[in-house]
């Protein structure tokens, strides 16, 4: 039986492919280092474990509403005022299986064939995969290495045509870990609201940040950016609940209803008992987030010194998220090697490390390399890519 065209023009994840990869040679009994995970090392605090057991022990394991629970909602929406200054109300905000499903059901509901939606590059996986599952065309704008990775307005501006429906905003960013200032966000919103093009922000990694300059959300900016805009956010990587799937949308009344209308068709709602466990990751203090945020900034400033000794290797110093995205084109030049991938495919075969090649973020020159294992095997990591880097040499 023939698949259907949609499904046809999907790319396969680079991130799950190299991840299978390493597992199947873990399986074989190699000693992998895999630097390709998206998720945090730590386990769900246990005080969101023990929520999850009450849930469960007081038979909160039926339907809820498909757009998440009051009580989650009003939680979220508390959250939004103590973060970002925000007001918004429970019709302004959907529950969702995962920031990312999130993601696939705005689209769904924004977008009709040939609309576009600008995605800054290096761009997230899953983003370009999603805006064609909705007939829309992603639009990919070079966010240069030299520029930190970041969207400038006059790019945008010369991006935008007649097609033109949205454009996404990842801040800290996946693969690069690069943050907008407030400065930078109000630049691009003008922009925005003088084309009348929504703004997707993706805030994910809000909570994990190494430096003193705070998270802003392009939204807290005016009331008018405010209208445009649609944070989306979760618990995934703020609290080490990858596996929970509960994300949520927050933004135009009309869209979220939408998406809510869309969901109920789709998912029914996003699972009980993640949901409860979700409330109280948001009715909590973020002291166990702090911990783990300590910890991932301690191995950032080490990893960071230890991989810009690698020859060939060159890196911009990521400001939040848990990646490095080092531009390798040098060192794959030096090897011998046709391509990044090609140099990737062959550092896991002979020194059993595991990195996600740029190709699959649209950054054929770089890597992705997650710092949520323990400062000792990173360190042994960064050993075995130097050590593969001087064998290679011409």
Not at 85 to 114: D, E, M, S, W
Not at 326 to 353: H, I, Q, R, T
Request: charged share 20%; net charge negative.
């Amino acid at each position: 039986m023939e698949l259907s065209n949609r499904v046809k023009t999907l790319t396969p994840s680079s991130t799950l492919a190299i991840t299978a990869k390493a597992k199947a040679l873990k399986d074989a009994g190699h000693n992998v280092i895999g630097l390709g995970a998206g998720e945090p090392d730590f386990n769900t605090p246990s005080y969101i474990l023990d929520a999850a057991t009450s849930a469960m022990q007081e038979g909160l394991t039926k339907y809820t509403p498909a757009g998440g629970i009051v009580d989650l909602k009003d939680a979220i929406i508390n959250k939004m005022k103590q973060d970002q200054g925000l007001a918004y109300n429970r019709n302004q905000v959907i529950v969702t299986t995962g920031a990312k499903h999130a993601l696939y059901t705005l689209f769904q509901v924004l977008l009709n064939p040939a609309d576009e939606v600008i995605v800054p590059t290096p761009y997230w996986v899953s983003y370009p995969e999603q805006i064609k599952l909705a007939q829309g065309n992603p639009i990919f704008v070079e966010a240069e290495e030299k520029n930190q990775f970041k969207l400038t307005p006059a790019q945008l501006e010369n991006t935008i045509s007649a097609k033109t429906k949205a454009v996404i905003i990842n801040s800290p960013s996946n693969p690069t870990g690069i943050m907008y200032s407030k400065e930078e966000l109000k630049a691009l919103g003008e922009v925005c609201l003088k084309h009348n093009i929504l703004i997707i922000s993706d805030e994910i990694y809000e909570k994990l940040i190494y430096t003193d300059d705070p998270h802003v959300s392009i939204a807290e900016i005016s009331n008018q950016l405010k209208e445009q805009t649609i944070i989306i956010n979760g618990v995934s990587k703020s609290h080490s609940m990858t596996g929970w799937r509960i994300g949520y949308a927050i933004g135009s009344e009309t869209i979220i209803k939408a998406m809510t209308n869309l969901a109920s068709h789709s998912t029914s709602n996003p699972t009980s008992i993640a949901q409860y466990a979700a409330l109280a990751a948001y009715s909590k203090g973020d002291e166990q987030v702090e911990k783990m945020r300590d910890a991932f900034q301690d191995r950032l400033t080490k990893t960071y010194e230890w991989l810009c000794e690698i020859p060939g290797v060159t890196c911009v110093k990521p400001k939040g998220a848990f990646y490095l995205f080092p531009n390798v084109k040098e060192a794959v030049k030096m090897n011998g090697f046709n391509s990044v991938n090609d140099w990737v495919e062959a550092l896991l075969e002979e020194e059993k490390v595991a990195l996600v090649p740029g190709s699959g973020f649209g950054a054929p020159d770089n890597v992705r390399l997650s710092y949520v294992i323990s400062l000792d095997q990173l360190e042994e990591a960064i050993n075995r890519i130097k050590r593969f880097v001087m064998k290679h040499q011409l």
